[in-house]
């Protein structure tokens, strides 16, 4: 039986194909439904990247700083949001090589802590953006801790704290089903889920639902994202895998292997929204990391599907 025949089976092992070429750190993979493009950062190449599955075009821009996401502006063509160091600013881009010009700056955060930057970010079922910081990075892996935040910001424009004391914000996703926030503070090695409340974008009641060590599990928790029946898909970063997790019964589900050791981020994409984007990262810590490692990989026949990305929304 040839696999094309064999993919429809949902208990047959997920495909996977490296779909660019390296970069350093990949991360804040953000699927645009109605391009049909994928978008994401190098965070130390200081490059914004695009890639367009359906002509295999990859482009990049360098920009003047460190970007850590980059999602679309609704209403505004080839406008983005990116985050810069500690701004957030908003970048023009048609998506052709070296084109992105910057607009002006949105937000700055984090001012009692000049060396942190932004890290993980995404937009939420309303189009608020956000957003949570890091300490800085004074060796490779190595991190001033506890001086990260997690932020919204709001259309007008206004800062938000939601959350302070965090080593490395990552895995932003909601359930608007359940009205829950799911988030990881890295270092913790833990998913928290919060009670969340669409309408004015506020969360509470935090409280772990999934724990590394419940499960043998190394590494840490990095970027996430949630499929239609309520399961979170995570990075496993120096864990070579992504984890298919249950965040309501803490269950992990699945375990899919990743050729690179930093898997970083991963969310759903393609035309029905069933593939599974996923950056990883290339950092020598040590020890060289060969390709296909900074690669963004894609994950086909894993029987379940996301939801779209939403883009933020600025007045």
Not at 34 to 49: G, K, M
Not at 104 to 119: C, H, I, K, S, Y
Request: with cysteine.
């Amino acid at each position: 039986m040839s696999c094309k025949c064999v993919l429809k089976n949902k208990q047959m092992a997920p495909q996977l194909q490296a779909v660019t070429e390296p970069v350093w750190l990949g991360e804040g993979p953000h699927w645009d439904h109605n391009e049909q493009a994928l978008y994401f950062v190098s965070i130390f190449d200081e490059t914004i990247h695009k890639y367009v599955p359906e002509t295999g075009k990859h482009t990049r821009s360098k920009l003047d700083g460190k970007p850590t996401f980059i999602i679309p502006i609704e209403g505004k063509k080839h406008h983005f949001v990116v985050g810069l160091n500690r701004l957030v600013v908003e970048i023009q881009w048609t998506g052709e090589d070296q084109t992105a010009r910057l607009v002006r700056t949105v937000a700055e955060v984090d001012q009692d802590n000049p060396n942190n930057r932004f890290n993980d970010a995404k937009a939420d079922p309303r189009g608020r953006l956000f957003a949570g910081t890091m300490g800085h990075e004074y060796e490779p892996g190595k991190f001033d801790l506890k001086k990260g935040s997690l932020y919204r910001i709001d259309p007008d424009g206004s800062v938000h704290r939601l959350e302070s004391n965090i080593d490395i914000s990552n895995g932003l996703c909601w359930d608007l089903q359940r009205s829950a926030f799911y988030f990881a503070d890295s270092f913790e090695y833990t998913i928290r889920r919060y009670d969340y409340d669409v309408e004015t974008g506020s969360i509470a009641n935090a409280k772990t639902v999934f724990k590394y060590s419940d499960h043998g599990l190394e590494g840490i928790v990095d970027g996430m994202t949630i499929d239609t029946d309520g399961n979170l898909w995570v990075a496993n970063f120096d864990g070579r895998q992504v984890l298919k997790i249950d965040p309501r019964g803490g269950k992990l589900l699945q375990k899919i292997p990743i050729p690179a050791l930093q898997v970083t981020s991963v969310t759903f994409g393609g035309p029905d929204l069933d593939q599974l984007y996923v950056t990883s990262a290339s950092m020598n810590r040590g020890e060289e990391q060969l390709p296909p490692c900074g690669s963004t990989f894609r994950l086909d026949g894993l029987g379940v599907k996301g939801h779209p990305n939403v883009n933020v929304r600025l007045q």
